[in-house]
């Protein structure tokens, strides 16, 4: 069974930092990985996915992979306070069949 | 709007009920997933419908059981209902072999257990 750590947090940054979010995961065979969004209340949204060691940006946003030491972050640049959710990491078993990790909560203060 | 829509939205059962919950996919796809979100948790997988029949199940018991219809939408039952039970239940739909990552959620139904 894969396995999918994060910091629960809660994340406090001034609105305008740097976020920084990681994720650890267990299997070395992973080959790819996405980063959710969950607002309070609402249901994951797909922000940003992942497969090649490096940098990938979108936006305001940055994913960062590391295969050899099994290790994705995701950086919000700029952040304002409606980036404030939770941000859920999550690799494949098969297919589309998601581990997610347990969330960090992002909290982004004007 | 991820034209993902589940019934209903929030219920109260009690131990040792069933419950049925149902799920319409967004249009055009042909997979459904069904994920357990416990309070401050992240989603767990339960099990997958792929052309009517099960795809794919992560670690719960077979108190937990589904059904795919032919126009893709989709049912949870849960029988002998358990306090741990109590969380939102996520429908997601997606297109099988599409393996981008990307799952469009339903809001959920929110299970409580008493």
């Known amino acids: 069974q894969k396995e999918v750590e994060q910091n629960s947090g809660p994340l406090s940054v001034p609105e305008g930092a740097i976020a920084s979010l990681n994720c650890t995961y267990s299997?070395?065979?992973?080959?790819?990985f996405f980063w959710y969004r969950q607002y309070s209340g609402k249901s994951p949204e797909l922000i940003m996915s992942?497969?090649?060691?490096g940098d990938k940006e979108d936006g305001r946003f940055t994913a960062q992979l590391n295969k050899a030491s099994q290790y994705v972050s995701l950086l919000i640049r700029d952040s304002q306070p409606s980036d404030s959710a939770t941000y859920l990491c999550?690799?494949?078993?098969?297919?589309?069949?998601?581990?997610f990790g347990g969330g960090t909560r992002l909290m982004v203060k004007p | 709007e991820t034209g993902v829509t589940q019934s209903p939205t929030h219920l109260i059962k009690t131990r040792g009920q069933q419950v049925t919950l149902r799920c319409s996919s967004q249009?055009?796809?042909?997979?459904v997933s069904w994920y357990q979100q416990a309070l401050g948790q992240g989603p767990q997988f339960i099990f997958q419908?792929?052309?009517?029949?099960?795809?794919g199940r992560g670690n719960f018991p077979p108190r937990f059981s589904g059904l795919q219809f032919p126009n893709y939408s989709s049912e949870l039952n849960v029988n002998a209902l358990e306090l741990d039970d109590s969380a939102l239940y996520l429908c997601?739909?997606?297109?099988?072999?599409?393996?981008?990552?990307?799952?469009?959620f339903g809001e959920g139904s929110r299970l409580t257990v008493l």
């Open positions: 997601a739909s997606s297109l099988f072999r599409m393996n981008t990552g990307e799952l469009f």
């Open positions: 299997d070395r065979g992973s080959q790819s």
């Open positions: 992942i497969y090649s060691n």
């Open positions: 999550a690799v494949p078993n098969a297919g589309n069949m998601l581990t």
């Open positions: 249009s055009g796809h042909n997979t």
């Open positions: 419908y792929y052309r009517e029949e099960e795809n």
